[in-house]
Every structure is written in C-alpha cells, then in structure tokens.
C-alpha cells in the first residue's frame, strides 16, 4: 500500500544520469569542453578518474564490454539549460548535428512552451537540451 500523501523532497543538484563511456577523451570534450558541463566531483586518480561528476551527468569509465542485454531501455538524458543557443552553436561548429535542431516547441498538454534540441554524444547517447520559456 502507498501512501498518497507522502513526497518525495529531491535535491536536484545532486540528479545526474550515470553513463559509461568507451571514450573517456571523447567524452569529457563532448560535456565538458563544448556543452560546458562544470566538473564538481572527481573519484580516482586525477590523471585518470574512475568517475566525474558535472551538473546532471556523470561519466564513468566502462571497463568491461557489454553482455548481449547491457542497457534497460533508455531514450534520452534532458539537460535544462538558460544558454541553449551558445551550447547549440558550439556543438554544431564542432562537428556535431543536431538529430532534432533548434526550435521553439510546443508540447501537447502542456501550457509552458520552450525551446529544445537533440543531440548524440560520443557514444550515441540521444542528449535533449532544453530551456522554458
């Protein structure tokens, strides 16, 4: 039985996903460098960190190859961001192309509009950027 009047009291500043990369350079170019992701916690050798924490991710370093079933299903990591353009120009003049571009939206049922954009991270990760408007 649940009880119906219970919340949960999230600290959002320490929500992340965990992904783990094949790539660690590669990756910490993607969110670090060009997204501009801040590093805030770092676990392991500084050299050579095990895991990094930044603001809604964090990368860990994949040390085994996945089995035949590796991943639940999974579609994409949302970061909420006020300079969405700059990251968007960043990653476009990186090289990278946006699966979705750059738009205004409006979503069925929901009053707020906002302004959105996927991407794919070094490892193929669909990355939603996201401001509301």
């Known amino acids: 039985m649940t009880d119906e009047q219970f919340t949960a009291v999230v600290e959002a500043d320490n929500n992340h996903v965990c992904i783990k990369v094949r790539d660690w350079d590669a990756a910490m170019h993607f969110y670090h460098d060009l997204v501009g992701l801040p590093v805030v916690r770092v676990l392991g050798d500084a050299a ?28 994409h990591i949302g970061l909420s961001v006020a300079n969405i353009a700059e990251i968007c120009g960043r990653l476009d003049a990186a090289g990278f192309v946006a699966e979705t571009p750059l738009a205004q939206r409006q979503l069925a049922g929901i009053a707020q509009q906002l302004m959105s954009a996927f991407y794919r991270d070094p490892d193929g990760n669909k990355v939603e950027f996201v401001h509301w408007l």
């Not at 930044?54 to 370093?61: D, E, I, Y």
């Not at 040390?63 to 590796?70: G, I, L, V």
Request: glycine residues 4%.
């Open 48 to 75: 050579a960190p095990t895991f990094v924490w930044m603001p809604g991710v964090q990368l860990a370093r994949r040390t085994e190859e996945p089995d035949d079933h590796p991943y639940a299903i999974f579609d």
